[in-house]
């Protein structure tokens, strides 16, 4: 591959500094041009360029998110046989990359004295039933004058979110919102079963008196053990790597009105929205 780079990049810097560069031969790079090129070689550059094809479309479609594993996927159901680890390669060589990385900010607080509740859903994610197990969790979305806090239920069935909530800070009555929310859209049944992980708003007397005063069961994942809440994680990621990671907002108020959740309808109390996205019922 060294041979190939110095083919690239000869218009631009020298044979001989390149080949110095990289400690090969001027005479063995010659006679590397004068080899007819492999099957695998032309496989390469025909694969290449549907990999940076691939990219540059993730770039208008979801900014540049498209990892190894995503474009491996079009590629197949384009008709193509490559491995994931070759795309990974391909790639690495073009210098792509997927703009997936950001700083993380702990949302789970499980040091505190509150009881918990038993693991009862036991990663049972699969429901055949709408509002029979809901999973909770709270994320948030980076802004100039600080986190804006955004705590979501998720019906298992669908996977829609159904209930919502933002604020600036994380608190009981934010993820209490969140499910209120769901119980005013939806009518929830007795004996829903709300899942979540073991943080201080959720073991929150706040949080755990409507879940007693509307029947429902509680349901808490494992100390440190996130698949336990995977459909919840799932979703997180997607909203942050798809919408948010690669805007900037000035303020909390800009990123309700122009990120992925909008501005609050006037039937809704202040903390909560009304997003657009197919994600949300």
């Known amino acids: 591959m060294k041979y190939a780079f110095i083919e690239r990049h000869q218009e631009i810097f020298t044979v001989t500094r390149m080949c110095n560069l990289m400690h090969v031969s001027q005479s063995a790079y010659y006679d590397w041009l004068k080899r007819p090129e492999s099957h695998r070689s032309m496989e390469d550059r025909r ?6 094809k691939s990219h540059e479309k993730s770039h208008e479609k979801s900014r540049e998110t498209y990892g190894a594993r995503r474009i491996r996927q079009e590629l197949v159901e384009d008709g193509e ?3 994931r680890e070759r795309v990974g390669r391909l790639m690495k060589q073009q210098g792509l990359e997927s703009k997936s990385q950001r700083k993380f ?10 009881p918990v509740a038993p693991n009862l859903l036991d990663r049972e994610f699969l429901v055949d039933q709408p509002d029979t197990v809901y999973a909770g969790d709270i994320s ?7 986190w804006l806090y955004l705590a979501v239920l998720i019906d298992l069935y669908s996977r829609a979110v159904v209930g919502w909530a933002m604020s600036k800070r994380m608190t009981a009555q934010l993820v209490n919102d969140a499910l209120v929310m769901a119980i005013w859209k939806r009518k929830s049944p007795n004996g829903l079963m709300v899942h979540s992980d073991r ?8 949080y755990q008196k409507t879940i007693k005063d509307h029947g429902f069961i509680c349901s808490m994942s494992r100390r440190g053990s996130c698949w336990d809440n995977a459909p919840s994680e799932s979703f997180f990621h997607t909203l942050k790597t798809e919408l948010t990671h690669h805007r900037r907002y000035q303020t909390r108020q800009e990123a309700k009105a122009k990120g992925a959740l909008p501005p609050p309808p006037e039937l809704l109390p ?4 009304s997003p657009t996205s197919d994600w949300f019922a």
Do not use: C, F, M
């Open 47 to 52: 694969l290449g360029e549907k990999v940076n």
């Open 81 to 83: 046989s490559i491995s």
């Open 105 to 114: 900010k702990a949302t789970t607080n499980a040091n505190h004295d509150r």
């Open 140 to 146: 948030y979305i980076p802004t100039d004058e600080g």
């Open 199 to 206: 943080g201080s708003q959720y073991a929150s007397e706040l």
């Open 270 to 273: 202040a903390t909560w929205a």
